[in-house]
């Protein structure tokens, strides 16, 4: 079977599972442990990490804080930014086209009276509005959302001219940054950015850990309490080998990052070339020009994608959207938000190419996926 749904999640690197075997059965100190050395062995690896991580991203190592994954690092920034104010609701700032962890926390602060939404514009290609965007922050926001880059047609973001305007009228500019964090450079600090979100299973790291880069002077409310770690901003026990393989991800991408995405947008063409010349009417969606090297977002109109995915679902492994939203008995939003033509939607697929996948497995996605689109085809309309 071949596995191209990387923005679900990425194996782990067998270099970076080798750190956290280590840590999970040798190293097992735990970090907050001062009156030992297994201890001190076990604060000094998540030091390291975090100077890994933040040296990816632009960073200082202190304004990183560890969680449990983007999802959680997201939670933290938007509720322990925010405090309830009955009197005069905050205003947020966000894409229509965020990922459900932006869009439903946001969501919970509306519902319950402590939020005013404000929906940047975007248009059929996925793109921000820059001009609405900036007209928006001209009126005052209390917290700006924008990610870097869109887990389902893989849009990359100006960040650094969102991250400029933010700072021009002195708006908090949350960042999700879990698809672009090792596939694209990002410079958290020169950029403008307040608080950016990581997930490691994204890069190449183990499930379950991320963090979120918290700008320095800013302070964010627990959401988890009980004993006041990591400067009082999230507490718990620090998921040690977890947090190793996070820093490991970080520093492997930041040696081979370059010529990994190289190497992998030439695969992401060659399969979208292959699909192109033997599928007709195949529609990209997204911003072509600005994506992840990973991404191919691609929809047969009038040939439902769930028909497509169960003849393929046994050799080949892509989806029809975010894997947060699997199961889910409804369009994605993001293609919604596009307002894009019911037979686009119903007939979108989302491929995910990473740095395991081979010459090989490329070519026979494509015969896969045209074996499938044919069959269907005939089914339908024969």
């Not at 869109?150 to 650094?160: C, F, H, S």
């Not at 958290?188 to 190449?204: P, Q, R």
């Not at 040939?303 to 959207?321: D, E, F, M, Q, W």
């Not at 409804?330 to 596009?338: D, G, K, Q």
Request: net charge negative; glycine share 10%; with cysteine.
């Amino acid at each position: 079977m071949i596995y191209l749904d990387y923005h679900a999640t990425t194996p782990v690197d067998p270099r970076v599972a080798d750190r956290v075997y280590h840590f999970m059965t040798q190293e097992f100190g735990n970090a907050s442990s001062v009156d030992h050395e297994w201890g001190d062995r076990a604060e000094a690896a998540i030091k390291k990490a975090a100077k890994e991580v933040a040296d990816l991203i632009g960073a200082s190592p202190r304004e990183i804080i560890w969680t449990s994954g983007a999802t959680e690092s997201i939670n933290l920034a938007i509720q322990g930014s925010l405090a309830p104010n009955p009197t005069k609701p905050h205003r947020i700032g966000l894409m229509p086209i965020e990922h459900k962890a932006v869009l439903d926390t946001c969501r919970a602060l509306e519902k319950r009276g402590w939020a005013e939404l404000v929906h940047l514009q975007v248009d059929s290609k996925g793109r921000l509005d820059l001009e609405h965007l900036e007209q928006v922050c001209t009126e005052g926001l209390s917290l700006l959302c924008v990610m870097a880059a869109n887990n389902e047609i893989g849009n990359i973001y100006p960040i650094q001219q969102i991250g400029q305007i933010a700072q021009h009228y002195g708006i908090p500019f949350l960042c999700d940054g879990s698809q672009a964090v090792g596939k694209i450079p990002i410079q958290f600090e020169a950029w403008g950015i307040t608080y950016l979100a990581i997930s490691a299973h994204k890069l190449y790291g183990p499930k379950g850990v991320g963090a979120l880069a918290v700008r320095r002077g800013y302070h964010l409310e627990p959401l988890i309490f009980g004993g006041g770690h990591q400067r009082g901003m999230r507490s718990g026990t620090l998921n040690v080998p977890g947090i190793v393989g996070l820093g490991e991800a970080c520093r492997l991408r930041s040696l081979e990052m370059e010529e990994d995405e190289w190497a992998i947008a030439m695969k992401r063409d060659r399969l979208q070339d292959l699909l192109l010349e033997k599928i007709p009417n195949l529609v990209i969606n997204g911003d072509s020009e600005h994506r992840l090297a990973g991404n191919l977002h691609i929809s047969i109109p009038g040939i439902p994608n769930s028909a497509v995915i169960a003849r393929v679902r046994s050799k080949l492994a892509i989806s029809t959207g975010s894997a947060c939203s699997s199961g889910v008995e409804e369009p994605s939003h993001v293609l919604r938000a596009m307002k894009l033509q019911d037979k686009v939607i119903d007939g979108a697929l989302r491929i995910g190419i990473g740095k395991f996948s081979q010459d090989k497995e490329i070519y026979t996605a494509a015969d896969f996926l045209i074996e499938a689109y044919e069959m269907t085809r005939q089914a339908l309309y024969a």
